[in-house]
């Protein structure tokens, strides 16, 4: 049985920063807002518009539903930390952030290769890919990505509760990551290090390999297409995908493949607030803003609700 002192977890956030609080939170609170409502409207325009109703926007939910757990999990927090210049939480929440914290961002990674798999399919085998991507291997794909996102998250969470909580309990961050949490034990979390080295390879190493190698084959079939139309419609389906896998993949190796040392803390910070604020935020402009049959869904949508609002106006209830 391990032995815990520690109850209680304060975070300190942005204390270096203190002057610029109002604005830091005025900020968060826009960001975080804006990604929950641009990430439902996804969720809601592929679920009514026929049209996209394929296994791009598919898998497009599902993106937008880590991105919804990723920041409903880690801003009701932080923004607290920012207004109250620091926070103090229990340890079971410090957990049960961490776990969801897991979940959200092992889940989006293998989202992001699933949906490069879609697209390498889509453009290099396209008399093959509707046989291939059936509704049943999406919704497998689907389930697959979050069991294994389930699994991992857990092994890391269950390990992090073995560990000994008795000396300090404030963590120099603005929520419970794996890394100030390993720093914060006073026994040796070595096992827990070897044991993220090596979950590594199965869902960041291995899922980024299947993104390389899918874009040098459709790079490839690309560079074939003679007509400047078909160049540019396949490179339209992708360029989203593309922007998306390069911001979240750059931060997530920057945070936990590169060596921590040399990164301040403040530094680290910075690159945490990239994929688990700005991200969702950016995701869907990314693939709304590029994408015409979101626009053209969006635009359907909003017709019917002023034409049905017309109609309420012009016939009453009596």
Excluded at 19 to 47: Q, R
Excluded at 154 to 170: A, D, E, H, R, S
Excluded at 196 to 220: A, E, G, H, K, Q
Excluded at 273 to 292: A, E, G
């Amino acid at each position: 049985m391990y032995k815990r002192n520690v109850t209680t977890v304060v975070l300190l956030g942005f204390h270096t920063m203190e002057k610029f609080n109002l604005w830091i939170f005025t900020i968060l609170l826009i960001t975080s807002f804006v990604a929950i409502c641009g990430n439902l409207l996804i969720i809601f325009l592929v679920s009514i518009s026929k049209t996209l109703h394929s296994p791009m926007y598919f898998f497009l939910t599902q993106l937008s539903l880590a991105d919804i757990v990723l920041t409903t999990n880690i801003s009701p927090n932080m923004l607290s930390v920012v207004l109250h210049k620091g926070v103090s939480i229990s340890f079971p929440s410090c957990i049960a952030q961490l776990y969801f914290f897991g979940l959200s961002e092992i889940s989006e990674c293998l989202i992001l290769t699933v949906m490069s798999y879609d697209r390498y399919l889509a453009i290099c085998s396209p008399l093959h890919y509707a046989s291939i991507m059936s509704h049943v291997l999406c919704v497998k794909l689907v389930l697959a990505s979050w069991l294994l996102s389930s699994l991992v998250a857990l092994i890391l969470t269950l390990g992090v509760c073995q560990l000994q909580f008795c000396g300090p309990n404030t963590v120099d961050h603005f929520f419970c990551d794996l890394n100030p949490l390993l720093d914060l034990s006073c026994s040796d979390a070595s096992i827990i290090k070897l044991e993220l080295t090596l979950l590594c390879v199965p869902v960041l190493v291995l899922p980024f390999f299947v993104v390389v190698v899918s874009y040098v084959c459709i790079v490839v079939t690309v560079m074939q297409i003679s007509s400047i139309s078909g160049l540019q419609k396949s490179m339209s389906t992708c360029s989203s995908h593309l922007t998306v896998v390069c911001l979240f993949y750059g931060t997530i190796f920057v945070m936990y493949v590169i060596p921590n040392k040399g990164k301040s803390q403040e530094t680290s910070k910075t690159i945490a607030m990239l994929y688990t604020v700005f991200t969702p935020f950016l995701n869907p402009f990314i693939y709304s803003l590029r994408n015409k049959d979101i626009k053209e869904a969006l635009r359907k949508t909003a017709h019917k609700c002023i034409t049905l609002q017309n109609n309420k106006k012009a016939f009453p209830l009596s």
